[in-house]
């Protein structure tokens, strides 16, 4: 029996969920005597341990006995093995594919035995099951399997006749299969891309141009509904880099529609539903459609979750929408309760707290003018280890990193953070020139201590982002993300940023006159 990783067994048990474990227990119960067999008591133990302890778990199963060679490896890969057993059975009344794959051993098995038309039978449930979810995979191994007991069940003749459409029933099903990995393949790049790169140079490359280009030219060709929600991901991602919203919001809707129409799909995978619907809210807050956003936002706590990871998911998202919308319109207060509920909720899978959180954090708290909290959550993003994750949100943590040390009149610091952050952006190639325009503006407020002059400098640098983001929508974008023209206004009506936030969402959403 195979080494089971130790990491790997207390991990699998811990992502159990509480009808998982019961699930388990209840497959065991023919074998309880007085006495649990070792391998349950093993499973108790880890699941009521907060860390794993191979020699506390060893004391207690075995006590003051010696444990000798791999004994205890071996009850770890059993118990292993049958945990994984076991969630078979259990996703077996919820998952096609695990009813597919049944369906395919008992035409195995009755082929082999002879008996042609109890498989032929099984053969034609299993062909509507697999056409009605769009498997086209299976599909294929099934139609195989109609031709193999066909050959013992119908004439020569018979055969011969409708061989020409099973063998186009079968390259139909390959020519979507082909469709289908050409999509998903780039979309999965395109999400990796996302999160490890920085996507504008890469999808500037011509390559990448042309491949796209091809894949919105062929639109037409594609049946399926996950080749068209593939070909909607990618073209919602290619709009987002564009800085399209119009775009990112007919796709990312055009996606939620495609699953409301078809709930085979998200029967079969929640998570479809819980993702589409949440970048659909985000595409939303982005045009600053609340309305809209908030009643999408509610829909996805409504989401069916059957995991407890997708139950996870589910509150990451809505809470991560909330406090954008939250912070978009000032309301702080709110935005704090909700990030300290998320902070409180179980984090059974070991997560840290998102950089997407980390930076939506930093602006509640400096909405609340608490500039060591915000500074405090700013550092966690900006220190994390892999410096490749997510340089979009690292440049502007780096630019919001500055605007709360200049608040904390930090001003020795900030000089040898606009070295730094400086050759962040050049390295990560995301030096705009919104950024270039402020690393200059805080170069000369920190060598200019009069606050006459110091307001001087802010309006003129105000007056030049107002200048940029009409002649340049795409640098608004960032300018936004950050509340940036906000907080320059905070400094010169020496108002308190939220309150500028507040009066910029009034004055553009509410028609109120800001004085």
């Not at 780096?398 to 050759?423: A, E, G, P, Q, V």
Request: charged letters at 30%; a positive charge.
């Amino acid at each position: 029996m195979p080494k089971t990783n130790s990491k790997l067994l207390f991990e699998l048990i811990k992502k159990l969920s509480g009808s998982e474990k019961r699930h388990f227990k209840l497959m065991n119960n023919h074998l309880l005597k007085a006495e649990p067999p070792k391998y349950l008591q093993l499973f108790d133990l880890i699941d009521k341990s907060k860390v794993y302890n191979e020699e506390k778990l060893k004391l207690k199963i075995y006590g003051s006995a010696e444990v000798t060679g791999k004994k205890f490896t071996v009850l770890k890969s059993y118990l292993y093995d049958f945990i994984l057993t076991s969630l078979q059975q259990y996703d077996q009344d919820d998952s096609v594919e695990y009813k597919l794959s049944s369906m395919m051993l008992n035409i195995r098995g009755l082929y082999k035995r002879g008996m042609y038309v109890h498989g032929l039978q099984i053969i034609n449930k299993a062909k509507k099951l697999a056409s009605k979810y769009e498997l086209p995979t299976f599909l294929i191994r099934i139609l195989d399997w109609e031709r193999k007991i066909k050959l013992h069940l119908v004439s020569h003749k018979q055969y011969m006749a409708a061989e020409p459409d099973h063998r186009q029933e079968i390259l139909t099903s390959a020519d979507q299969i082909k469709r289908t990995i050409v999509l998903k393949g780039i979309f999965n790049q395109l999400i990796v891309l996302r999160q490890w790169k920085n996507l504008r140079t890469v999808m500037s490359d011509p390559e990448w141009a042309n491949t796209l280009k091809l894949v919105s030219t062929n639109s037409d060709e594609l049946r399926s509904i996950e080749e068209k929600m593939n070909l909607n991901r990618i073209l919602a991602i290619r709009a987002a880099f564009e800085r399209a919203p119009q775009k990112t919001y007919f796709h990312q809707r055009k996606l939620v529609e495609i699953l409301e129409n078809n709930k085979l799909v998200e029967k079969e995978n929640p998570f479809y539903g819980i993702a589409s619907i949440n970048n659909f809210v985000n595409s939303c807050i982005s045009l600053k459609r609340f309305e809209e956003a908030a009643e999408y936002n509610e829909r996805l706590l409504k989401k069916n979750a059957i995991t407890e990871e997708d139950k996870y998911y589910k509150r990451y998202f809505y809470v991560l929408n909330q406090l954008q919308y939250l912070v978009r319109v000032a309301r702080f207060k709110e935005a704090k309760k909700e990030l300290e509920a998320f902070i409180d909720f179980p984090q059974q899978f070991g997560k840290e707290i998102s950089i997407n959180l980390q930076f939506i954090f930093t602006q509640v708290y400096l909405g609340l003018n608490n500039h060591e909290k915000a500074l405090e959550w700013n550092n966690q993003m900006l220190y994390v280890r892999n410096k490749e994750l997510r340089k979009d949100l690292l440049s502007m943590g780096r630019m919001l990193n500055l605007m709360i040390h200049f608040d904390l009149h930090n001003f020795i610091l900030i000089d040898s953070l606009l070295r730094s952050t400086k050759y962040f952006l050049k390295s990560a190639e995301t030096l705009m020139i919104y950024e270039q325009k402020m690393l200059r503006a805080f170069r000369r407020l920190i060598q200019t201590p009069e606050k006459k002059k110091q307001l001087e400098i802010f309006r003129k640098v105000r007056s030049e982002l107002q200048k940029l983001i009409d002649e340049k929508p795409r640098e608004n974008i960032y300018v936004e993300a950050i509340y940036l023209i906000p907080w320059l206004d905070s400094k010169i009506k020496n108002k308190k940023i939220a309150q500028t936030i507040k009066e910029e969402y009034e004055a553009l959403y509410l028609n109120v006159e800001v004085k």
